[in-house]
C-alpha cells in the first residue's frame, strides 16, 4: 500500500501524559498537512509542511502541540501534558505540490481519560 | 475568514433515489471547492473539486457538484443512490494562494434505505 499511513491507529492515555502520532506521506509529496477531527466535525486545520519546513500553524495548535518533518519524510505531531479536550481523530494529509490532490490517511484516534 | 456551511446534518435516502447535499461557503473572493467523502474506518477521499471554467463538475463514484457563484453555493448530487454510498460528506474550501489547506464545513451523514 502506497497511501499516507498514520501510527499508531489509536491511543488512550492518561490527562498529563504526553503522545506522539507519526505520519508517513505518500513518498514524492512535497506538503504534508495535519488536521484534527472532533465527533459530528468536520476536520480542522492545524498546521502543514512544504518538504521539512513548517510554514503555518493554526491557532488551535497551543503551545503543548508541535509538529516535525525533519528531511522532509515522516512527520511527527506531539501533544505534551494531554487534556481531556484533545480526545479527537488526528488526520494526516500529503500533496504534491500546492493544487495536487490531497490524500489523507486513516488518522490517529486518541482519548483521554 | 472564510466559512462553510452544511446545513444538513443528516439525510436518509432510499435506495436507487436522488441525492442533493447542500453547501454554502463565506469567503472574499471564490476559492476552490471540494467535496469529499469519508467512510466508516476510512479516510477522507475526494469526489471531485471546483478551480475554475465549467460550474458543473463531474467526480467519482457518479458524483457532480455545481458551483453557483451568485449563491455562494456549491451542491452535491447523485440521480441514484447506491447502498454503498452511507457515508459522512464534506464540503470543503481553500484559497486559491494555499489550494491545499482546506477548511471543511460540518458534514453531513447520509443513510441509505433499501
Known amino acids: 500500500d502506497t497511501g499516507v499511513s498514520q501510527d499508531p491507529r489509536h491511543k488512550i492515555t492518561k490527562r498529563g501524559q504526553n503522545v506522539t502520532f507519526r505520519c508517513d506521506p505518500i513518498?514524492?509529496?512535497?506538503?504534508l498537512y495535519w488536521y484534527r477531527q472532533t465527533l459530528g466535525q468536520g476536520p480542522e486545520f492545524l498546521t502543514y509542511?512544504?518538504?521539512?519546513?513548517?510554514?503555518?500553524k493554526s491557532r488551535l495548535l497551543s503551545d503543548r502541540f508541535s509538529a516535525e518533518r525533519p528531511k522532509g519524510s515522516f512527520s511527527t505531531l506531539e501533544i505534551q501534558r494531554t487534556e481531556q479536550g484533545d480526545s479527537a481523530m488526528y488526520l494526516c494529509?500529503?500533496?504534491?505540490?500546492?493544487?495536487?490532490?490531497?490524500?489523507f490517511g486513516e488518522g490517529s484516534r486518541l482519548t483521554v481519560l | 475568514a472564510q466559512s462553510v456551511t452544511q446545513p444538513d446534518i443528516h439525510i436518509t435516502v432510499s435506495e436507487g433515489a436522488s441525492l442533493e447535499l447542500r453547501c454554502n461557503y463565506s469567503?472574499?473572493?471564490?476559492?476552490?471547492l471540494f467535496w469529499y467523502v469519508q467512510s466508516p474506518g476510512q479516510g477522507l477521499q475526494l469526489l471531485l473539486k471546483?478551480?475554475?471554467?465549467?460550474?458543473l463538475v463531474q467526480g467519482i463514484k457518479g458524483f457532480e457538484a455545481e458551483f453557483k457563484r451568485s449563491q455562494s453555493s456549491f451542491n452535491l448530487r447523485k440521480p441514484s443512490v447506491h447502498w454503498s454510498d452511507a457515508a459522512e460528506y464534506f464540503c470543503?474550501?481553500?484559497?486559491?494562494?494555499?489550494?491545499?489547506?482546506?477548511?471543511f464545513g460540518g458534514g453531513t451523514r447520509v443513510l441509505v434505505k433499501p
Open positions: 494529509a500529503s500533496s504534491l505540490g500546492i493544487t495536487g490532490e490531497l490524500f
Open positions: 513518498s514524492e509529496h512535497n506538503r
Open positions: 509542511f512544504q518538504n521539512e519546513a513548517q510554514l503555518e
Open positions: 469567503y472574499g473572493a471564490t476559492p476552490y
Open positions: 471546483y478551480f475554475s471554467g465549467d460550474t
Open positions: 470543503a474550501v481553500a484559497p486559491k494562494a494555499a489550494g491545499n489547506k482546506l477548511t
